[in-house]
């Protein structure tokens, strides 16, 4: 789909531009093509715009159905991480140290299980950093 058709189903919010179709469970815009029901639209802008697909694209408002072309940056996990944590919309947040010394411990030698018991975490929480962040760090 072109820019200007994904654009002309917003509504202006503010600065935003707000997706008027669908939304996923966590609040981001998608749309379907040829069976596939689950294009992320604001990663499809961001291509659009840019020329390129990021690893993540990260939203300056923080306004998750935004598609405005001004408020998308592409970024890492790790950089979508901070921008969670220091904007407050996670439930769960590890500190930064924290993860830092997740990927530490890691290095080391310990399982997730004697990494999660030192820094008195859930293994889930040190299976998310070392698989989803790890790739970016």
Wanted: proline letters at 4%.
């Amino acid at each position: 789909m072109d820019l200007q058709t994904l654009l002309s189903r917003t509504e202006v919010s503010g600065d935003c531009l707000e997706w008027t179709g669908c939304l996923s469970t966590d609040g981001y815009p998608r749309r379907g093509e040829k069976g596939n029901s689950n294009i992320k639209v604001h990663r499809e802008v961001f291509e659009l715009v840019n020329g390129y697909q990021p690893p993540v694209v990260r939203h300056t408002c923080d306004n998750p159905p935004c598609i405005n072309p001004d408020h998308l940056i592409g970024g890492s996990n790790i950089e979508n991480v901070i921008d969670r944590h220091s904007r407050k919309r996670t439930h769960n947040q590890v500190d930064l140290r924290v993860v830092e010394e997740v990927f530490r411990l890691r290095d080391d030698g310990m399982t997730y299980k004697q990494i999660a018991e030192t820094l008195d975490l859930k293994t889930r929480q040190v299976e998310y950093i070392l698989l989803r962040l790890r790739k970016e760090s």
